[in-house]
């Protein structure tokens, strides 16, 4: 009994230092983001790694909170040795998707639920619009929509629109451009998809001429 009670009066002290070092780390984090000039991309990054940090103490402070409790409430022999694995893995998972959640937001073409919703993985409905417009500013735009069929492209956008929706001028740069080929442009954007048969080709962002 006296060894337990050492067990997690040790195991508090250790879970007052992961507070103490959160605190800190968030404070840094505040402090690095009021500061920060604006338009330099160097200071985005920095405020990344700061929000890493963040996160990686309070995944600390999770774990030494969760050890705590079942040392204070459990028998510690059964009880850590049963549920280390587990638990382990849950925080990675947690950790993982946490600082991905928070270094990634939705309107990033890194985010958790743009690069899920790509590769068909995402299981929630998402806004088309809002990811047609992450979808504008993924490099890899041109690669995700080569070789894919009009109906795939379709059922991953919503709608496809077709060239006579368009104005004028915009029918008039398709001449210029697609050669006669079949085209649409995804949704309302300015994006459009030049097909060959029934295969996209290539993807052109498109201005009034």
Not at 127 to 155: A, N, Y
């Amino acid at each position: 009994m006296e060894a337990r009670r050492e067990e997690t009066s040790l195991l508090a002290g250790y879970v007052s230092a992961f507070s103490y070092l959160a605190g800190v780390l968030s404070g840094i984090a505040v402090v690095a983001a009021m500061l920060a000039p604006r338009g330099i991309p160097e200071s985005h990054d920095i405020a990344r790694w700061l929000t890493m940090m963040f996160v990686a103490a309070m995944i600390l402070l999770l774990y030494g909170g969760l050890r705590l409790l079942l040392a204070a409430f459990v028998p510690l022999r059964v009880s850590w040795s049963r549920l280390r694995a587990p638990l382990t893995t849950l925080l990675f998972v947690i950790a993982f998707v946490g600082e991905w959640l928070l270094l990634y937001p939705s309107n990033d073409d890194k985010s958790l639920q743009y690069t899920y919703w790509k590769v068909g993985l995402y299981p929630f409905n998402l806004d088309l619009d809002d990811v047609t417009g992450v979808f504008w500013s993924d490099p890899g735009r041109r690669e995700f929509v080569i070789g894919k069929t009009e109906q795939q492209l379709r059922e991953k956008f919503g709608y496809l629109k077709p060239i006579s929706k368009m104005t004028p001028n915009f029918q008039e740069c398709y001449r210029e451009v697609a050669n006669g080929k079949k085209a649409f442009f995804i949704r309302e954007s300015w994006l459009m998809i030049v097909f060959d048969g029934d295969n996209a080709i290539d993807l052109v962002l498109m201005k009034p001429c």
